[in-house]
Each structure stands twice: as C-alpha cells, then as structure tokens.
C-alpha cells in the first residue's frame, strides 16, 4: 500500500515565476491538506480539500491555489513567487474528519 | 486564538532513559484532537499518537504516552526507553473543527550513546 508521495522532490524557480506542486494521497484517503514549512519552524496550514472543494484555508494570500481531481490527487498552485515562499512543502492526506493524518516526504521549494 | 506551544527548543536524553516533551494549547472549541509527529533530518513528518478531547484515558502507542491533562490545557509526549534512531523533531499538533491542525514549533531531541 503506497503512502502519501509527492512530486518533484526538489525545485529552483525564480522570482516572479509560477509553481505547481504535486500530492497523490494515501489509498482510500479523500481528504488533502497542503502545509509549508520554513526552515526551522512548524508547518503553518495553508487549505484542505475534500470532494474536489477547498473546505478551509489558513492565513495564506490568493497566490496559493489549490485543485483536487476525481481520483483525490492534489494540485498546489503557487503563482509570482516571492524568496519567501522558499520552504518545504508537505502534502498530507486523511479518511476525513479528526483522523491522523499521513504525510508525504515533501517538497522542498527554493526561489532565487 | 488557537495555538500549541512548545517551550522546550531542544533536549537531550541518555539512551535506554524516558524522555518528556512539553506541550501546551489553547483553544475555545471543546472538540479538538491532539497529535504527535516525528520529523528526522529526511524531512516526512511521521505520525506518532492521538489524543481525542474526550478520550478520558491517555493515548499510549508502544513506547509512546501521551500524558493528556486538560483542565491544564497541557499534552506532553513521553517517550519510554530512547533509542539513537529517537533523535529527530519532534511536533505537537492540534485539529479543531475537524479540518484545521495547527503546529507547535517543534522540539529537537537529541539521544545520547
């Protein structure tokens, strides 16, 4: 039974340019919640999806977008990157409501 | 407001020793889970044990405690016999409204040989 995997691992991108972030949840999970990690600090919530529909974001700017397809995979979506949008970010999925929730190993954004 | 503090930035501990992480939160909703992950140098967050509101008996999961008081708000993680490979970031979490989990800043465990 694969796990929650996310892709690419790694990725450089510049100022300005756009970002989308891959997450393919754990079998049987419907629900994807995005988080981004700053070096050093815990992962801040940036929304969750549930039947293809945002159900709740934290305190991110609309530049962070989000999609989640039929089959429960998710899409995040960064777009005018800023240095400060350099973190890892973490996929993690659940069977829906007050679950743990399964993480993927994440992928580590740099702008430059 | 919503929020987890951990108030303990790193802590060492001897192999084979138990080792308690402090953890407290604050919320006005009186559903909320509480949760536990473990974060090594690789970076996957890893899920270690669950507490609901109202479970009256603490969560425990092998080597695992969580030591759950909450009329004191407080959820500490108490680990039992270390092992080398227990060295890592270690978070408390908490879900409110069954959507939502919001993260404490993490504490870093070091074991001792």
């Known amino acids: 039974d694969a796990g929650v995997t996310q892709s690419p691992t790694h990725l450089i991108k510049t100022r300005g340019q756009q970002v989308t972030l891959r997450c393919s949840p754990k079998s049987g999970h419907d629900t994807v919640s995005w988080y981004q990690q700053a070096l050093g600090q815990g992962p801040q919530f940036i929304f969750q999806?549930?039947?293809?529909?945002?159900?709740q974001r934290g305190n991110f700017p609309d530049r962070f977008s989000g999609h989640q397809f039929p089959n429960y995979s998710s899409e995040l979506n960064v777009n005018a990157l800023l240095l400060g949008d350099s973190a890892l970010y973490l996929c993690?999925?659940?069977?829906?409501?007050?679950?743990?929730?399964?993480f993927g190993p994440g992928t580590r954004l740099t702008v430059t | 407001a919503q929020k987890i503090t951990q108030t303990q930035p790193g802590m060492f501990v001897q192999e084979k020793e138990a080792v308690t992480l402090d953890c407290t939160y604050d919320t006005s909703d009186q559903s909320y889970g509480l949760f536990w992950y473990k974060q090594p140098s690789s970076g996957e967050m890893i899920f270690l044990i669950y507490q609901g509101s109202y479970d009256e008996q603490n969560a425990t999961e092998g080597r695992y405690s969580l030591n759950f008081q909450k009329a004191r708000k407080s959820a500490n993680l108490v680990i039992s016999a270390s092992q080398l490979g227990d060295s890592a970031m270690y978070f408390c979490a908490m879900m409110t409204g069954g959507f939502k989990t919001i993260f404490g800043a993490g504490t870093r465990l070091f074991v001792k040989a």
């Open positions: 993690a999925s659940s069977p829906g409501g007050p679950h743990e929730q399964y």
């Open positions: 999806y549930y039947e293809e529909e945002e159900r």
